[in-house]
């Protein structure tokens, strides 16, 4: 027997479930996977991934993909797309997706000073070294791995090539020059009632326009919560052209009117403090800029999703989109990328504190001023 460093490692689902297990200083990996991690989805290999200790990083390990499907990695705000056989190098608080961004892990790590280190050969292998992996890869998941390796993995804002868009020939309200569709109804179109028929729902528009309507988010997640929108379709961001550029500064130009208007009647701090943005991969068809106090008091901000959706990079300052559009024309996210920022452990926006739950974080928001 002998002495040596070791860290205790911690994969926490979003169930609550740890999974726990020790590396040693001895450079022995430990491999998991599907089964070790109670993961029932078969895009997960039995050996996803295998860990193992750096030699001058006390607090980190590294982990490897070894299983056929990209796993996905989220540190410091940061998302990655991690192929088979790429390595990353995990910290305190970091995420691991098994599969892209799906089956997200929180690390948990814990230094421990000395072990006991048994030799190699007397150990008995968690998994059979030699195991094979069933070939049970439908064509639509070689597919999605396929798409997922070719995508841009940093979650940056990067132009590609011209939107290519059908033009309707009916125009009107019933059509649109930037996605060709009609104004169908469907939960994704419910806000193109407001554009097309803003009197009509006095109850929640606060101002239209000839170019604009205003109206209060049906599901606010904080006290003050409204969606600035063009009159025209405009089915989201990615549709947005340098021809638009007018239109989003005046957009912006209504936000912050709002804001001031409401920061004047307004006596609680938090709910002064605003932020003004769009949302990376927006949930509802047609263009709509947030504006949204930042006390975050809403019976309606119920999930993980829903507060990383606006204190995470995954909500867009608006002022940065514009500078995006003016100068490269049009805007474009990795969706996979900024999907797992979706996932991204609870933290506080302010002072970066950790929580496992919303109740416990919304308990705190109030208190840190």
């Known amino acids: 027997l002998t002495k040596g460093r070791a860290m205790e490692v911690a994969l926490e689902a979003q169930s609550g479930e740890e999974h726990r297990f020790t590396l040693h200083s001895d450079g022995r990996a430990v491999t998991r996977g599907r089964v070790a991690l109670g993961v029932k ?34 540190a410091g705000g940061e998302a990655k797309l991690l192929p088979s056989g790429a390595t990353a190098v995990l910290a305190d608080g970091d995420m691991l997706c098994a599969v892209g961004s799906d089956l997200p ?17 007397k150990l008995k292998e968690e998994e059979p070294a030699k195991r094979l992996e069933p070939q049970k890869a439908k064509v639509e998941e070689v597919t999605t791995v396929q798409r997922l390796l070719q995508t841009t993995l940093a979650p940056v804002v990067k ?39 803003p009197e009509q729902h006095s109850d929640s528009v606060v101002f239209f326009d000839g170019e604009l309507v205003v109206i209060h988010d ?13 009159r ?26 709002l804001v001031s208007d409401l920061q004047k009647d307004e006596l609680n701090q938090l709910a002064t403090r605003f932020r003004v943005g769009f949302h990376r991969v927006p949930s509802m068809q047609q263009v709509h800029l947030h504006v949204i106090s930042q006390d975050f008091d809403s019976p309606a901000l119920k999930t993980a999703k829903h507060w990383n959706s606006f204190t995470t990079e995954f909500f867009v300052e608006a002022a940065d989109l514009l500078a995006t559009l003016k100068s490269e024309g049009l805007v ?38």
Do not use: W
């Open 41 to 74: 989805d078969a895009r997960c290999s039995r050996r996803q991934f295998e860990f193992s200790l750096l030699p001058r990083a006390p607090a980190q390990v590294q982990v490897r993909v070894t299983g056929v499907n990209p796993s996905g990695h989220v």
């Open 105 to 121: 892990f929180t690390v948990h790590l814990k230094p421990l000073e000395e072990c006991t280190l048994v030799p190699l050969e």
């Open 159 to 197: 132009p590609v090539g011209p939107v290519e868009v059908a033009e309707s020939k009916r125009g009107g309200a019933t059509g649109d020059k930037h996605t060709g569709e009609g104004c169908g109804g469907g939960p994704l179109r419910a806000l193109l009632s407001y554009i097309d028929h």
């Open 218 to 230: 049906k599901y606010p997640k904080a006290k003050h919560h409204l969606l600035v929108m063009p």
């Open 232 to 257: 025209r379709h405009i089915n989201s961001i990615a549709n947005l052209t340098r021809d638009d550029v007018p239109l989003v500064e005046a957009m912006i130009a209504r936000a912050n009117q």
């Open 332 to 369: 474009r996210f990795d969706k996979a990328a900024s999907e797992l920022l979706l996932k991204s452990p609870l933290a506080c926006c302010r002072c970066s504190a950790t929580f496992k739950n919303m109740p416990a974080l919304k308990a705190h928001v109030p208190k840190c001023c």
